[in-house]
């Protein structure tokens, strides 16, 4: 029988696959991690339990730039929750490495990349993660709009200025995986799709339920890109669910029905530890079919119509090159 769970599924509870961090996260010694957005609530808890229980051999969380304090505080909490004062395997313990990114600047996400590969040849975990949702609108650096800039645009050039690492990973015989962080707000979007032709204005004349949901429809599109192009690397999508997090918190400044509903939000949402583990289940299980989008947890979804349009995908990635190539990027 289907109905609504807590997740935000239409799938019934009993599709679910069980999923306990502690029970079913493997080994990931000697891999390498990169999580976008790991300052916030998700990103950060899930770099706090890929850490307790993978112990890969390097985590690099990516957040907006910050005083040094900042940094070393950030990197503090999550090794301090990963492993507490008690563990006595520091030895084993994961390296945790900050790098800025400002996913609504092009040179930011360039010099991101650079940093990392300045440091290291491969990478086996690509979460992007990183995301706004905001009434106000806006434009990027480069002037597209903020959300699709900055949710989608942002994380497609980091992710194909990565691949050569990550295509890497893969031929050292590791099953090298990018985790693309979309949303049922995807739904959101224009019923049209994407509106290409709108991307370098505010969007003014949509709600910003459609802004977001065009970028988080946008990341759909980059997974199943991405899937088609890179066969040996396995790319997916998730939505982690309705959850507790930060982001409702600045939402709420912004939006009286926010403001209004935060009250009895507890009923309808998950908290942030249930909420991550599609994020943990799509980075490690062995059963993420690649191209796939996934319900919490591991259900594969069809996704809104626009999600299913299968010239969707190619057409974005079209217009991506040539947004990059006009500003003189050249990736694959």
């Avoid at 051999?57 to 005083?67: F, H, W």
């Avoid at 739904?187 to 799709?193: L, S, T, V, Y």
Wanted: aromatic share 6%; net charge neutral.
């Amino acid at each position: 029988m289907l109905r609504v769970t807590l997740f935000g599924s239409q799938n019934s509870a009993s599709t679910s696959v069980s999923f306990e961090p502690k029970r079913d996260i493997p080994s990931l010694t000697g891999k390498v991690v990169l999580i976008t957005g790991a300052a916030g609530d998700l990103g950060r808890q899930t770099a706090i339990e890929l850490a307790r229980y993978g112990r890969p051999t390097r985590i690099y969380v990516a957040d907006l730039p910050r005083d040094e304090h900042l940094k070393t505080a950030l990197i503090d909490r999550i090794t301090s929750e990963a492993y507490g004062d008690n563990d006595d395997s520091a030895n084993t313990r994961t390296m945790i490495h900050f790098l800025d990114l400002d996913l609504a600047s092009f040179q930011s996400v360039r010099a991101c990349a650079a940093d990392f590969i300045s440091q290291e040849d491969r990478l086996d975990i690509l979460i992007l993660n990183a995301g706004i949702i905001r009434v106000a609108t806006g434009l990027t650096s480069e002037g597209y709009e903020i959300h699709f800039g900055l949710n989608y645009l942002g994380h497609a050039l980091l992710s194909r200025l990565l691949m050569p690492a990550i295509e890497l990973s893969a031929q050292l015989n590791s099953e090298a995986r990018i985790v693309v962080v979309s949303s049922e707000g995807h739904a959101m979007a224009p019923k049209e799709g994407i509106k290409f032709e709108k991307l370098k204005t505010t969007c003014s004349e949509m709600s910003y339920g459609q802004r977001y949901g065009q970028s988080k429809l946008a990341l759909i599109g980059l997974m199943r890109g991405l899937s088609h192009r890179y066969p040996n690397v396995k790319s997916c999508a998730v939505h982690p669910g309705r959850i507790l997090t930060g982001m409702a918190e600045s939402l709420k400044r912004e939006s009286i029905l926010v403001r209004v509903t935060t009250p009895i939000s507890p009923l309808f949402c998950v908290p942030v530890s249930i909420g991550i583990r599609n994020h943990l289940w799509a980075a490690t299980s062995l059963d993420v079919v690649s191209g796939t989008y996934y319900e919490p947890v591991g259900v594969p979804a069809k996704g809104s119509t626009a999600a299913q349009d299968e010239n969707m995908p190619d057409e974005l990635w079209e217009w991506t090159t040539n947004e990059l190539k006009g500003r003189d990027i050249f990736v694959r």
